[in-house]
């Protein structure tokens, strides 16, 4: 892919729209147990903006921005998806069994805690993940 | 302008606090008597009070609104036309804008408004090279439409 001549209109905007995305990822990530959504497309939003910071910039300046090394990000993942299972038979229920509480705090008031949470927050660092390094190992293929 | 901003939203904020309210209502009050206050220290802080600045970006929307649809309507005429007679170019259209956002701003401004699309910037950004549907007689007058949006850009950016 040949870049453009000069690519400051492309930049610019990612300046802009890279926030908007990120926060809609976020938004699409935490509404998934009562609206579309969830773990697997909020982390695909995720790794989209980054990907477009990708586009309009190139590697070097991703992994300035973002120093994570995401083949440890995945371990991360994975081990919150199966120690959730885990923790729940710790506890003395069965395998994969969700539980959730009510607590108040302060200031977000009745605020629902899940353990299905925890698990989506695995399938959502495993897609981030996963998706970057097919992207990044492919374009590093020089 | 955004120091003034961000003094004018903790005055409001402060205001929440004094009064124990927390609704968008006092908020939006407090925000109203901040404006007052920020008015007043407007010597003392850095730029120009931000109200005209931000009544400045109001008229360029309106500007830009009102060009979008005479514009669409120029070439609407041009498309019902029965024999179209249109001469097509490109020409490289000198700016005098510098920051990166002024000429992202300033090209899509002219990529919105219909007729011109701005197909490169060139590597000095001295130069927006813009294809234009038809350069008979509307070369002078696209000029003057851009000189107004680069006068208004120009305008809003000024300390």
Redesign the interface.
């Known amino acids: 892919m040949r870049k453009q001549d000069n690519d400051v209109i492309l930049r610019s905007m990612t300046l802009v729209i890279f926030f908007i995305i990120l926060t809609f990822s976020f938004a699409l990530f935490f509404g998934g147990h009562y609206t579309p959504g969830g773990g697997f497309v909020g982390g695909l939003m995720t790794a989209a903006a980054l990907i477009l910071i990708i586009i309009a910039y190139d590697m070097k300046t991703l992994k300035e921005a973002v120093s994570i090394d995401f083949k440890k990000l995945l371990n991360v993942g994975l081990i919150f998806a199966i120690g959730m299972p885990f923790v729940s038979m710790l506890f003395g229920k069965n395998f994969f069994q969700h539980f959730h509480t009510y607590i108040d705090i302060p200031v977000f008031g009745k605020t629902s805690l899940h353990t299905a949470v925890l698990f989506d927050l695995g399938v959502y660092l495993i897609v981030v993940s996963v998706t970057l390094i097919i992207i990044l190992t492919i374009g590093e293929n020089e | 302008m955004a120091i003034q901003i961000l003094i004018n939203v903790l005055l409001a904020l402060l205001w929440m606090f004094i009064n124990n309210s927390f609704q968008v209502s006092s908020f939006l009050f407090g925000y109203i008597l901040g404006l007052f206050t920020v008015y007043i220290m407007r010597k003392f802080l850095p730029e120009e009070f931000y109200l005209k600045r931000v009544i400045k970006i109001l008229k360029l929307v309106y500007v830009f609104a009102v060009e979008l649809f005479k514009a669409n309507l120029s070439v609407l005429k041009i498309v019902m036309k029965p024999q179209i007679d249109i001469e097509p170019a490109f020409f490289a259209y000198p700016t005098e804008l510098e920051k990166?956002?002024q000429?992202?701003l300033l090209?899509?401004l002219i990529t919105l408004t219909p007729g011109t699309v701005?197909v490169?910037?060139?590597?000095d950004?001295r130069t927006l090279y813009v294809h234009a549907i038809d350069t008979k007689d509307v070369d002078e007058s696209i000029h003057g439409i851009k000189r107004s949006f680069e006068k208004m850009i120009k305008e809003v950016s000024e300390r």
Do not use: M, N
């Not at chain 2, 490169?120 to 590597?123: E, I, L, P, T, Y």
């Open positions: 990166d956002w000429i992202t090209s899509s701005v490169a910037v060139s590597h950004q």
